[in-house]
């Protein structure tokens, strides 16, 4: 059962911008691309997707005997850039959200919440065009108690 473990966002910052080219990028404006980009939100000025960590694999890492995503029990080692996966890089951590939201000098960007609604919800579920494998992963992503 998908409990309150991660918490859903209907925006990523509602008067936020784009951390990496800094342009605003308000409210409903980050892209979800469920199946082209599954767990990623795309700028729409510099085409950047975020989160820049592997949160699938994350999320995997902590699921429960249940399938329940347990934050206690992910492994926190795989919460890295990607792009910068040297612990010494400056933007080793740049990007990253733990489901949390990706957090910068008291700013919030929760894109991993947002993209539970635009991309998961919207896309894969309402749509119905969701593949094999994004249903397997819906299976374990429920949105609402059922
Ligand atoms: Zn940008």
Redesign the pocket.
Known sequence: MFGNTIRRAWQVWSDG???????P?PMYEWIADALGQPWKMR??????LFPKNDFLKFYRSGLNEQNVFDPKRADRSLLFNLEHPDPADPLHKFGVDDGEGYVEGGKRWRFIGAYLIYGQWKQAIVAGRGDAVELIELDNVRLWPR
């Not at 700028?43 to 950047?48: A, G, K, L, S």
């Open positions: 911008y784009c951390p990496a080219c800094k342009r990028v700028c729409p000025h510099c085409r950047e």
